[in-house]
């Protein structure tokens, strides 16, 4: 299956930094690299996604890279704001099985005013 | 619908009791997936359906654990004889087709804390 490390697990940014988390996946054959925030008590949502035939997307403050050689992808964010503190969690597919996504362990970001 | 719905929210059993957890994808949507979330980790995998088929149940963590969706649309977990290491959030998702090229929309999960 599909084993996806995420780092770090916590990160803490004044308001206005920047955040950068990094996640590697194991499955070559991988090509779909979605990023969810779950803020607490609330549903993982999509914020952004990156299909291998691109390596980098931007969306507003928020963007995603992409390294297929060396099987990671990244996902930046831009002029954080207070209401950025959430838990971040990259995913991957798994290509050999059905639909088996995996998640990884998640980042809480916290930012400061 | 307007999202996917979970129902309970929360839910709190004794161990040794079953309990039912209910997904209503949103509607048209082919896939349909469970994960369970423990604190502080990322959604891990339990089953997929595609339609009223189970194609995936290689997450269930044991035979306690029971998942179906005749219809092809609502879909119910179901675990029996609770155990505490069972307590965790319990999240349905659901994709329109049947690609994995898409992104999941979650419910808002049940939370079962077993007592």
């Known amino acids: 299956g599909e084993n996806v490390e995420q780092h770090p697990s916590t990160l803490s940014v004044q308001e206005g930094d920047s955040a950068v988390i990094k996640c590697t996946y194991s499955?070559?054959?991988?090509?779909?690299f979605p990023w969810y925030k779950q803020e607490l008590g609330k549903r993982p949502q999509l914020i952004i996604d990156?299909?291998?035939?691109?390596g980098e997307k931007k969306d507003q403050r928020i963007a995603v890279t992409l390294n297929k050689t060396a099987k990671h992808f990244s996902l930046h964010i831009t002029e954080t704001q207070p209401e950025d503190s959430a838990v971040y969690f990259c995913?991957?597919?798994?290509?050999?099985?059905?639909?088996?996504?995996?998640f990884g362990t998640g980042t809480k970001l916290q930012v400061i005013p | 619908g307007a999202g996917v719905s979970q129902s309970p929210r929360y839910k709190v059993a004794k161990r040794g009791q079953d309990v039912a957890l209910r997904c209503d994808p949103i509607?048209?949507?082919?896939?349909l997936f469970w994960y369970q979330q423990a604190l502080g980790q990322g959604p891990e995998f339990l089953t997929y359906?595609?339609?009223?088929?189970?194609?995936?149940k290689s997450g269930l963590p044991s035979d306690r654990f029971f998942a179906e969706r005749p219809e092809g649309s609502v879909s119910t977990l179901k675990i029996q004889r609770t155990q505490q290491e069972d307590s965790a959030v319990y999240l349905c998702?659901?994709?329109?087709?049947?690609?994995?090229?898409?992104?999941?929309?979650f419910g808002n999960g049940t939370r079962l804390t077993v007592t």
């Open positions: 990156i299909r291998s035939n691109v």
């Open positions: 998702a659901s994709i329109q087709g049947s690609s994995y090229n898409s992104p999941l929309h």
């Open positions: 995913a991957a597919p798994y290509s050999g099985g059905y639909q088996k996504v995996t």
């Open positions: 509607s048209g949507h082919v896939s």
């Open positions: 499955d070559s054959a991988s090509n779909y």
């Open positions: 359906f595609q339609n009223e088929a189970q194609l995936d």
